[in-house]
Structure formats: structure tokens, C-alpha cells
């Protein structure tokens, strides 16, 4: 028995360390989920409603209405940290996203680099200079604000302005 105790011990840390998900995990996507591309919601935004997204980019306006704040968001590839690629020239167009609960514009401002996991819901028309722009919507349940400090991969979980979640 006296022999036996580190076995028990090992097989309890692997046991829990089964617990654990990544820090660079999307919230709301059950480990193993397939990641749905930007590129095929911009395509066919609809086949995806209802299904949980995570996008990146660049805040290009905030604006705070009745249903909640509307973010319209450039779109950037995502690195392997969730955090949205800095080269603009990346970008596969814009999408809009909801922010149900209260969200001070002021805490993202333009220029803010965001990742956003959510609901997909469509669509939404909107003016884009002198021209209507249809964008996908989102509906957000975790939104998150990345700092200039912030560096690509962090070891720990970084300190952020902004931790939005529905629920």
C-alpha cells in the first residue's frame, strides 16, 4: 500500500489536468469544435445561424442603441493566441457585433483590436460611405479587448481593459 501512494497521486494530477481547458481556447466552443471561417460566413451568412463564431479585428466604430452597443469590426485573421493579426492588409471584410448588456462605446475606441466570440444572427444593412453594406452579425457572449502590451502566445492570462460576457 505504502508503494502505491505515487500511483494514485499521478493518476489524480492526469486525471484533472483532463479538467482543464486552454487559455487561448474560444469560450462557448466545446474542445474539438471546428472553427467556422470567416470567409464561409461572409459567404453564406444564414447556414450559420445560431452557431457560436469567434472573429478578430479592428474596432472601427462603436455606437450604443436601444438593443444594445453595435461594434463594427474590420476583420483580421486570428493567431494561434486568438489574437487578431495586425496587418490590415489581411483583412476579408467587416462584420458587426451586438453587445446586448451595457457597453460604453468609449471603452473601444476606434482603433482597438478585439477578439469576439458569439452567436451568429444574420445579418445587418448598414450605410458604408455612400453605399449599404450587408455585414454578419453577432451576437457577443465574450468580447476581448487587446492591449498594446499584449504579445503574441502569453503564457498567462494577460490583464485586458475590457471582459464582456453575456450569460
Known amino acids: 500500500m505504502r508503494r502505491s501512494w505515487p500511483v494514485y497521486l499521478f493518476s489524480g494530477f492526469v486525471a484533472l489536468s483532463g479538467c482543464a481547458t486552454s487559455e487561448h481556447q474560444a469560450d462557448g466552443l466545446p474542445s474539438g469544435t471546428p472553427q467556422i471561417s470567416y470567409a464561409q460566413v461572409k459567404s453564406t451568412p444564414a447556414s450559420y445561424n445560431g452557431q457560436s463564431v469567434t472573429f ?3 474596432v472601427l466604430g462603436a455606437r450604443r442603441l436601444k438593443e444594445g452597443t453595435r461594434i463594427e469590426i474590420l476583420q483580421l485573421p486570428l493567431t494561434s493566441s486568438l489574437q487578431p493579426a495586425m496587418d490590415l492588409s489581411r483583412s476579408e471584410g467587416r462584420f458587426v457585433a451586438l453587445q446586448k448588456s451595457f457597453l460604453d462605446p468609449a471603452t473601444i475606441p476606434p482603433g ?13 444593412v448598414l450605410p ?18 487587446w492591449t498594446e502590451n499584449d504579445e503574441e502566445g502569453p503564457s498567462h492570462p494577460p ?4 471582459v464582456a460576457r453575456e450569460g
Open 56 to 58: 478578430g479585428g479592428k
Open 112 to 124: 482597438t483590436f478585439l477578439t469576439v466570440t458569439g452567436e451568429m444572427a444574420g445579418t445587418i
Open 159 to 162: 490583464s485586458t481593459s475590457i
Open 128 to 145: 458604408l460611405d455612400e453605399t449599404e453594406h450587408t455585414y454578419p452579425l453577432i451576437h457577443i457572449t465574450n468580447l476581448r479587448a
